[in-house]
Every structure is written in C-alpha cells, then in structure tokens.
C-alpha cells in the first residue's frame, strides 16, 4: 500500500487553490473540493496517510495534478549505490529505491521522498543543497505552462 501523507494533500490543496481561486471567497474548484473531502476524513479519523489505491478517483486525479509539478527523482548524480553502499549518500535513497524507482508508483515515490526529507542526511540536503535547489527551480521552470491541468483544460488554453 502506498500512502500519501496529509501534508501532501494539503500541499495539493493549496496549489489548486493558488491555480483557481474561488470567485466569491465561498466556491472551491472539484479539484479542492475533492482533496477537501479525503482531508477532512483524514482528521476526523486522526489518520496521517490515505491509501492511494483506495483514494476516490477525483481526489487522486487532483492529487497527481499537484504531483506532476514536483521533481520526479531525488537524485543528485552522486550515486554511492553503485559503490555498494546500502543507503546513497547522494539522495539518501536505499540501493532497492534506486533499482525500483522507475516502477514505483507516485505515491511510493513521495513515501521515500518524505523519509530522505525527514532523515535531512543525504548530500542533497547538507552538501550540495544550493546546488539542488538550482536544480530543483530550473526543472519546474522547464515544465509546461499546462501542467497539472485536465486535457480538455489544456487544449482550451492552447496547450
């Protein structure tokens, strides 16, 4: 099970929320209405992560909107892995997260995303941190004016 952590989807939320403000300060975009909902049940429940297989399809599609913006890998071309170290010193990634990432799912991606985030030890997060977020910007800078939006919304912004 994969599990997207409740500060993803309030991340998701606001990001729509910045994509479409709401006319009257009342009104919410499906997009937010549907992460509102997942949200709300996740703390009523006091629950952390919602399971992303078993997430309504709205709120999953909203989610990996927000997703999309994101940079895929944590990878900062400093691979320990292929050294024979257990964990990267790079990304802080373990050898089976590297081997898997490509088949890994969105939500087991930013599962491993939130734990190098956490754990803050890898190079990525100490060493080479000015050079990561340079990174990071000029990756999100490269993606479409579109991205994260719906095809039929794309095609009607000319995308």
């Known amino acids: ?5 409740i500060t993803d989807i309030e991340s998701a939320i606001n990001w729509w929320r910045e994509r479409h403000p709401s006319p009257d300060g009342i009104t919410a975009c499906a997009e937010v209405r ?14 952390y992560e919602s399971d992303e297989d078993t997430m309504p399809a ?3 599609a909203a989610w990996l909107g927000w ?3 994101l940079p895929d890998a944590p ?7 292929t050294q024979g170290d257990a964990v990267c010193k ?3 990634r373990t050898f089976e ?13 930013r599962t491993t995303w939130r734990r190098i985030t ?30 994260g939006t719906k095809p039929a919304d794309a095609a009607k912004a000319g995308g």
């Open 75 to 81: 990878c900062i071309a400093i691979c320990s892995t």
């Open 97 to 109: 997260e590297v081997q898997r990432w490509p088949s890994m799912t969105p939500g087991e991606k």
């Open 34 to 47: 549907a992460l509102a909902e997942v949200y709300a049940l996740m703390v009523y429940y006091h629950e």
């Open 67 to 69: 997703y999309a913006t």
């Open 1 to 5: 099970m994969a599990a997207i952590h």
């Open 90 to 92: 790079g990304c802080g």
């Open 118 to 147: 956490q754990e803050g030890t890898a190079w990525r997060f100490n060493r080479y941190a000015e050079r990561t977020r340079r990174a990071d910007a000029a990756g999100a800078a490269n993606l479409p004016a579109n991205a």
């Open 58 to 60: 709205a709120a999953h």
